[in-house]
């Protein structure tokens, strides 16, 4: 068994701005990428009934799926990357859940008039 000392060693890391930080510590450091996204989706969610913290939540699960998947030799910057990402999420989840079909128009419409 592993003790938790062990554990940090088994930690995967990935290179992101400058240093090596586990899917944790990106978090951590990186969280308001988070708000940054979410709130470019709050006029559309506020109308199909969403408050910001079910959002917030939607935007996490897509950190997450944006760390696992960002790759710094494509040349992207993990801001931009996650940004990106979050937005692309929480539209997708949005359409799925709470208005039927995606319609990737509709919402963008919605959120930047």
Known sequence: MINASEQHKYVER????GEYLSEEEAFDKHKNLIWVAVNKLLPAARLR???E?????IGTI??????RRFDDTKGYRFSTYVVKS???FAT????????GPYNKS????KCFT
């Open 14 to 17: 990935k290179w992101i701005n």
């Open 49 to 51: 009934g969403i408050d």
């Open 53 to 57: 913290e079910d959002l917030y939540s």
């Open 62 to 67: 897509g950190f997450i799926k944006a760390y």
């Open 86 to 88: 979050v937005w692309g």
């Open 92 to 99: 997708r989840q949005i359409h799925k859940y709470f208005n």
């Open 106 to 109: 509709h919402i963008t419409v």
